[in-house]
């Protein structure tokens, strides 16, 4: 597994499309402790702070009707990590959405890359709120955003789920 850490980027997604598209292999991993223009779904932004949350894009290589499966893979494997590193039980709101007691936890952006109508690559990016205390979140998300130490009342390092994450979607994508 190739990861390359960046301080800060505008999008993790943005930056594994563009190593995709440069030939990066499947499983290369880009992650960020802080993203300026995190996105999530229809474009919506994604609060990404610096330090408090897992900011990561894993480039893969699937087959075409794998790709559809690519969203509710990723948000298992996620769930997983979570519960495993944390012991916090988070729910999957489909298709590509974790929350905890109804509040967005994290988010699964998958995009792909094309030539012609062949998939050359997808994307899996993931963000998950780790460290926030509710202050840290903007005020229009305060009432429907939630932290993993919010959550489970606990201080964890966002590194400390990279590697669950990754291995599990990998694992999930490549069945």
């Not at 995190?38 to 290589?61: A, D, K, M, N």
């Not at 201080?155 to 789920?161: A, G, M, N, V």
Request: charged share 20%.
């Amino acid at each position: 597994m190739d990861i390359i850490r960046l301080a800060s980027c505008a999008s993790t997604n943005d930056e594994a499309k563009r190593l995709a598209r440069e030939g990066a292999p499947e499983g290369t991993v880009v992650t960020a402790a802080q993203q300026t223009a995190g996105r999530g779904t229809q474009g919506r932004p994604w609060h990404s702070g610096r330090g408090e949350g897992l900011f990561v894009s894993i480039i893969l290589r699937p087959p075409l009707p794998a790709i559809g499966l690519l969203p509710l893979l990723a948000a298992e494997a996620v769930r997983e990590a979570i519960e495993t590193v944390s012991g916090v039980k988070a729910e999957i709101k489909r298709p590509n959405d974790l929350v905890w007691a109804g509040r967005k936890l994290g988010g699964i952006l998958c995009e792909s890359g094309y030539v012609g109508d062949r998939l050359t690559f997808a994307v899996v990016g993931v963000g998950l709120n780790i460290g926030q205390s509710r202050d840290d979140f903007p005020a229009e998300l305060r009432p429907t955003a939630v932290s993993i130490g919010m959550a489970g009342g606990t201080t964890l390092d966002p590194e400390s789920f990279l590697v669950p994450v990754v291995a599990g979607v990998l694992a999930r994508a490549r069945r």
